[in-house]
């Protein structure tokens, strides 16, 4: 693999420099980075999970890109609704920093159910994975929120004592590499997918023969995500322990997803699950897919419990909300008399109209102590412990519920046009 022709058709190409630095927005502990496509910057989820890019919501601007017609085939991802209609665009050009591709394959999605943006709160048009990882060593500062591109015939790697360096294993162009669970007193030995696409810390697929299950009085069921192919649900719980080479971390967050969901990233036998956005971004990370290895340091996320959400509620920003906004204002007036000159300060209040993120409650756990207060699923929530929920984002909005547990949640929603109150207190599931 060090024998890439850097100038090929096909590949990411940095000719003048050796490396380059890409900032990114961390969503819900997955990395968005800007993408130019065809001269259009958009904004894409980087999953190292995903063989070629994938395009969609792009209704919009469309006809900006000129994506060029080509073969109709299908995809299939997470999810159990099935395969994904898609078309595969051939010579696009593809910008991340100064890095540069000009004959780009996509897989364009016109399916506008196919769309991740709701659930992050921000813009996401696309996903690209191996295309970047293949042509470069990706370097990917968590902790700064960077990536840094760098060529891998100029690399070199500094020496540092903190750090550890695991085997990667690459099969069909996605990274595994070996770690250890304990559950109760089991240690067992795990090969996962390295998957910067999802914002779980852990997944495990269930195995009685390897003892790969949830305890029986420590899990609940609950909505897992959104894959290309649908909604994934599952049960949640914790591992005692988790060993990534000289790092222990206690008490982590596992999902055990619903088989039907998985079906197609059952195909690697030797797989047994994945490690994902919220274990990843606890280290500074080096993936280099030449060399077949993958070097981790902890950062300042390491220590900082694993949380979940116990309410119950999961949100999408659906739309727009009209919001009255007060603004003060300061006049300065000069007053004239036959004697003297006076100024004066009046102040008012100016009144402004804006429009605003609606969040909608789009999946409601049973039991859950949401659904218990009486919230429904189309819910538009306006303001969380007397704040308005128009001044903070999705990810700020969903944090709350991951709060302590008996933390007492407030909350004012739009049910049809009237405006009602609920209460409720959070709820621990896990021992």
């Not at 994938?54 to 999810?79: A, P, Q, T, W």
């Not at 995500?225 to 049960?235: D, F, M, P, Y």
């Not at 195909?267 to 280099?288: A, P, Q, T, Y």
């Not at 969380?384 to 302590?404: A, P, V, Y």
Request: hydrophobic share 35%; aromatic share 10%; glycine share 6%.
């Amino acid at each position: 693999m060090l024998g890439i022709n850097l100038y090929a058709q096909g590949n990411f190409n940095m000719p003048s420099r050796d490396n380059c630095k890409v900032k990114f927005q961390l969503i819900n502990n997955l990395i968005i980075v800007p993408v130019e496509v065809n001269g259009v910057e958009l904004s894409f989820l980087l999953d190292s999970g995903v063989s070629k890019p994938i395009l969609f919501n792009i209704f919009n601007i469309s006809d900006s890109l000129h994506i060029k017609n080509g073969e109709r085939i299908y995809l299939r991802g997470l999810g159990g609704d099935g395969d994904v209609e898609a078309l595969k665009s051939n010579h696009n050009r593809l910008k991340i920093g100064d890095a540069v591709n000009v004959n780009q394959d996509i897989y364009v999605v016109f399916d506008d159910s196919i769309n991740f943006t709701p659930r992050l709160g921000v813009s996401v048009h696309g996903i690209i994975g191996y295309d970047i990882f293949k042509d470069f060593i990706v370097e990917i500062n968590y902790n700064a929120k960077y990536l840094k591109l760098h060529r891998p015939e100029t690399y070199t790697y500094k020496k540092c004592r903190n750090c550890e360096t695991l085997d990667l294993i690459l099969y069909k162009n996605k990274p595994y590499i070996d770690a250890m669970v304990c559950i109760d007193s089991s240690e067992i030995p795990v090969k996962l997918l390295v998957d910067t696409g999802s914002s779980d810390a852990l997944w495990l697929f269930e195995d009685t023969s390897q003892q790969l299950l949830p305890r029986d009085d420590n899990f609940f069921e609950d909505f897992l995500g959104k894959g290309l192919s649908g909604n994934i649900h599952g049960k949640r719980s914790k591992v005692k322990r988790f060993t990534l080479s000289g790092f222990d971390l206690k008490r982590v967050n596992v999902a055990f997803p619903d088989s039907v969901a998985i079906s197609e990233a059952r195909n690697f036998k030797e797989r047994n699950g994945s490690i994902s956005g919220e274990l990843l971004k606890r280290f500074n990370i080096v993936l280099d897919y030449h060399n077949f290895k993958m070097t981790i340091k902890k950062n300042g996320n390491f220590k900082k419990p694993f949380q979940y959400n116990k309410s119950g509620i999961v949100l999408e920003q659906n739309g727009v909300r009209v919001i009255k906004e007060e603004e003060p204002r300061f006049d300065y007036v000069n007053e004239r008399n036959e004697k003297e000159v006076s100024n004066r300060v009046m102040f008012n209040t100016v009144y402004k109209f804006a429009l605003k993120p609606a969040y909608t409650i789009v999946e409601l756990r049973e039991d859950s102590p949401a659904y218990k207060a009486g919230l429904l699923v189309g819910d538009v929530i306006l303001s969380i412990n007397n704040k308005g929920t128009h001044t903070m984002s999705l990810q700020e909005l969903s944090q709350r519920f991951c709060d302590e547990e008996e933390t007492t949640i407030k909350l004012v929603v739009d049910r049809e046009g009237q405006s009602m109150v609920f209460k409720f207190k959070l709820e621990s599931l896990l021992n």
